[in-house]
């Protein structure tokens, strides 16, 4: 069995990019000179988002000379085993207008396996985190935190389920089974974005979806959610992040949820 402490120094460093991140981006939110514009998919970028994904890339140029970097402003660059996977602000939109449900993510890959993964949303004064072998964890530092763990419910009509937007499921052509599933669950809430995975991390909710995702939004929730004793697939039982949307539970739900979001005739 592989030496649970092998990812522990690119856990450290993780927090230390997320330290770097947040105090740029508690700089810029709500600043009044923020610039914004629409990317050609209509979605939004602010200089705070740029500027958060070129100190990080700065930082790894040096750390982890070797790694390749994927980003959500600037693509991939390098070629390696290794990949250091960023969005520099997930949820741009509440970013911009004020609403502090927000963070930077960070992920590691090796070999085609998450096995790094650390959540900072510094508005929220909440970061969390995990690496493979060593447990999830919220908390300020690797030094000031607690274990997290997924919930324990076992049957949908018990079950409390986040999503982001119910637009997201109608654009997608999967509306009537996102209502299915919403309809068996005893309570849901459209808490959003990165949130909702945290949610089901810690075990406050059972299950968290969404129809549209990129590898940047979920690589980083993939060993947050698995350590901490949940399942990570796409809508059509993908493991990991690899799909084009995502499904996060607390594993006993999982193969319940993906036969009611299956596409029906």
């Known amino acids: 069995m592989d030496d649970p402490r092998k990812y522990l120094d690119d856990l450290r460093l993780a927090h230390y990019l997320a330290d770097l991140a947040d105090d740029l981006t508690m700089k810029r939110f709500g600043a009044v000179d923020l610039q914004v514009e629409a990317k050609p998919d209509l979605t939004l970028v602010s200089d705070a988002d740029r500027a958060v994904e070129d100190m990080i890339r700065n930082h790894l140029a040096t750390s982890r000379s070797r790694d390749a970097v994927v980003g959500e402003e600037r693509g991939a660059t390098g070629s390696s085993r290794r990949q250091w996977i960023i969005d520099p602000i997930d949820g741009t939109h509440n970013f911009v207008r004020g609403v502090p449900v927000w963070a930077t993510l960070i992920?590691?890959?090796?070999?085609?396996?998450?096995?790094?993964?650390?959540?900072?949303?510094?508005?929220?004064?909440?970061?969390?985190?995990?690496?493979?072998?060593?447990?999830?964890?919220?908390?300020?530092?690797?030094?000031?935190?607690?274990?997290?763990?997924?919930?324990?419910?076992?049957?949908?009509?018990?079950?409390?389920?986040?999503?982001?937007?119910?637009?997201?499921?109608?654009?997608a052509d999967r509306?009537?089974?996102?209502?299915?599933?919403?309809?068996?669950?005893?309570?849901?809430?459209?808490?959003?974005?990165f949130w909702s995975y945290m949610l089901v991390a810690e075990g406050a909710v059972d299950l968290a979806c969404e129809p549209e995702l990129a590898l940047?939004?979920?690589?980083?929730?993939?060993?947050?959610?698995?350590?901490?004793?949940?399942?990570?697939?796409?809508?059509?039982?993908?493991?990991?992040?690899?799909?084009?949307?995502?499904?996060?539970?607390?594993?006993h739900l999982h193969e319940a949820v993906l036969a009611a979001l299956t596409v029906t005739e």
């Open 107 to 171: 992920a590691l890959v090796e070999d085609g396996d998450v096995v790094v993964g650390l959540v900072s949303a510094p508005a929220l004064h909440r970061r969390w985190w995990a690496a493979t072998g060593l447990g999830a964890h919220t908390g300020t530092s690797l030094q000031r935190c607690r274990q997290i763990h997924v919930s324990k419910v076992r049957h949908l009509d018990e079950a409390f389920l986040s999503y982001s937007s119910l637009d997201g499921w109608l654009e």
């Open 175 to 193: 509306g009537r089974e996102f209502l299915r599933l919403q309809s068996s669950c005893w309570r849901t809430r459209a808490f959003g974005d």
């Open 216 to 251: 940047y939004d979920m690589a980083a929730l993939v060993p947050i959610v698995r350590e901490a004793g949940g399942r990570f697939t796409s809508l059509e039982g993908e493991e990991g992040p690899w799909g084009a949307n995502g499904l996060a539970t607390n594993g």
